[in-house]
């Protein structure tokens, strides 16, 4: 079992660039993908990246070439780079862990990309 916490959204202007972390406490080192999901209001919650245990990504087509993942197994710890950021953006965004096909979640961000 493991507890998720993000960090770092906020407020942004159109183009502009923001970081997103997420810790993880209890279980780390038996999570296989982590990764970042986003839910605008009224819409569902979709992928925006992950990342396998072994480094390995996945990114949705929305944000490939703005977004970058990174992952820390160490520290437990998941990162989104977001760059180029357009008001489509705009939604919160939820840590994701999965242990043996158990997922597990943030309580969210919010992030705003606005004039």
């Known amino acids: 079992q493991v507890q998720l916490v993000e960090s770092g959204g906020g407020l942004v202007q159109p183009g502009g660039s923001l970081r997103l972390s997420c810790a993880a406490s209890g279980s780390i080192f038996s999570i296989n993908v982590m990764g970042w999901f986003r839910q605008a209001p009224g819409k569902q919650r979709d992928l925006v990246a992950i990342?396998?245990?072994?480094?390995?990504?996945n990114y949705s087509d929305s944000v490939k070439g703005r977004f970058t993942i990174s992952r820390d197994n160490a520290k437990g710890t998941v990162a989104l780079q977001m760059s180029s950021l357009e008001p489509e953006d705009t939604a919160d965004y939820y840590c994701?862990?999965?242990?043996?096909?158990?997922?597990?979640w943030g309580t969210g961000t919010q992030v705003t990309v606005s004039s």
């Open positions: 994701h862990a999965n242990i043996r096909g158990k997922a597990y």
């Open positions: 990342v396998t245990s072994s480094g390995i990504p």
